[in-house]
DNA sequence: TCTGCCCCTGACAACGTTGTCAGAACAGTA
DNA sequence: TACTGTTCTGACAACGTTGTCAGGGGCAGA
């Protein structure tokens, strides 16, 4: 900046000034300052910039997701993304894998790099760290997918419960009465209501909640594999699966299939999957909109920059039955 | 740093020494300094210190990529975020859509926060930005997944064109002689590469590549399903497919079933996904580690930062055939 | 011609750190 | 006792920027 000051012939505040777009600059030496940027090849450096600026923003937020990769860790951060572009504003994100000490570490990284705000998928519901250090920082956070009971703060996240009830009770409109469930571990907030989801639908059918009919700690496809060759080995198998994760789903499927049950036994699961609707019989599932759900966030964290101190709001989205065969083959 | 120092009765030097663990403080006042920011909370500002800091570096990388919610550029993503945490460096990543302008942006966006390097799947193989912007700047880029022609730099890619050829070997040696290719944009290296493997296979096999079985612009899982339709349409339809992505992929299966060829029709595809396995037939592939791409390319940006001057390199890593089903159907 | 006002412009300090260097305290040696 | 060397500590400037404020010049009105 001050080569470009010397060039221009001008002080290093009035380039400032021209590249902070800032007015009160006559047009003449307006141009020659962008000329000598140009010339110069001079980039505005943000990180001194807001070094300087009221309010040290940084024009960056953070993303604690479950795993960049994972599909709907994925869209969530999209969607945040484009919130965020619209305003200029750059996104960190960072994979926590379930794990709270590395969900830690990645909220300290995030906290020294000043981030203006924070977007979280917990890890756990009870985490104080996630809640604390950002206060502390002056740096709002809002969580996604699950809320978080230690405190009270911003979140959105689709009707786990409700939506597994809808889907449990498709299940026993087709008749079924042996219906099992295949979830991810109960300390995971969504996998906990989805399981209280079941159990209430079966409760209003007059069902009883079958021990031997329940596996609660399955976590990945091909443990969902193997639960479900072992449910089905029982002398009363279950005519009809509701699996909690699209993972499961997946697993319970290729154990059917391997089975050649896929056309006798139902299936409902919790997500949608890409070309589920390509599988023989095609897979119904519950579906959330993880676009809308990062959107949402993504402003109710922008409205607290912009300065609403309101008190915590929590947002519930709908989940959306997609029935395409799986969950509609009747009980034999 | 300064309310530390005052704290612990010392200066804010003697702070500063003890958040860097630098050496050569007595353990005394290092007990005091370490009281002292954890009464008070402090956090050290990572901005601010590589402000000052020889060579100005941010701990933080920028990563360029099609989509952070595409299953592809999700895997790089996580693969480098891997690598560059266990150097304590944070990822920004940016979707560009395939659009120059949008790649501009993010790319400029990321310049102005001083990132140490960049990773970037670049959008045009011509860009000239994508390698000037970050050489003025002194940062080094690295490019996965497809070259860049207007320049030397370092770039991992899959062997797209050889594998291809393998794929329609793989349907030739089936006895098909009307085989298919619908793929990307030829604008789009990898497409114009896996075409080329196609054409190449085709004349090893002395079969004439007619015009009339490809299908270059497909954009889509909805247009690829269109463009099946049609090829199966004419006169003389192929007996096989061979498609150049996953989304393709995805839709030519679902125009096969539509019309029920899916044993009659033998179908290839460049990409692996999830569920290929679960369908009926399961799909044959040819698969790319995407986590071993972002690793490499993440160890060579590491490499350029430690210093390493050396000429520009190219990986070329192969890819895997995976035969399930689909491709292997015979001719009829 | 002088006063007052507005418009531009630049000097300077400050943001939160760290590199540099000099000084203080202490122990060891002649 | 005087000198040297070592270890620890702090004052100060600097990183690249912007907020604050004051000064210079031009113009309208008295």
Redesign the interface.
Known sequence: MRDVAAVAGVSVKTVSRVVNQESGVSEELADRVSNAVSLL?Y??????S??RRAGGK?A?IGLLLE?????FS??L??AI?DVA?SR?I??????CDEDAARERDVL???????VDGLIAVPASPDSSTLLSEPQ??GTPIVFVDRPITSGAADCVAVDNRGGSREGVRHLVAAGHRRIAFLGDAPSIWTAAERYAGYADALSWADLPVGRHLVRRNVRSSAEAEKATLSLLAQPDPPTALFTGQNLIT?GA??AL?HRGLQHSVAVVGFDD???A????PAITVLAQDAPELGRLAAELLFRRLDGDAGPARHVMLPTSLIVRGSGEIRVR
Chains 1, 2 share one sequence.
Do not use: C, W, Y
């Not at 795993?67 to 599909?71: E, I, T």
């Not at 300290?108 to 000043?114: G, N, P």
């Open positions: 090849g980039r505005h450096n943000l990180a001194a807001s070094l940084t960056t795993d960049v990769a994972n599909p994925s869209a951060h999209r993304e572009r200029g750059m996104v960190f994100a960072g994979s300290m990284a995030l906290i020294s790099r000043r502390r920082a997946m499927v290729k299939q999957f890409a070309v609707d390509l599988l023989d």
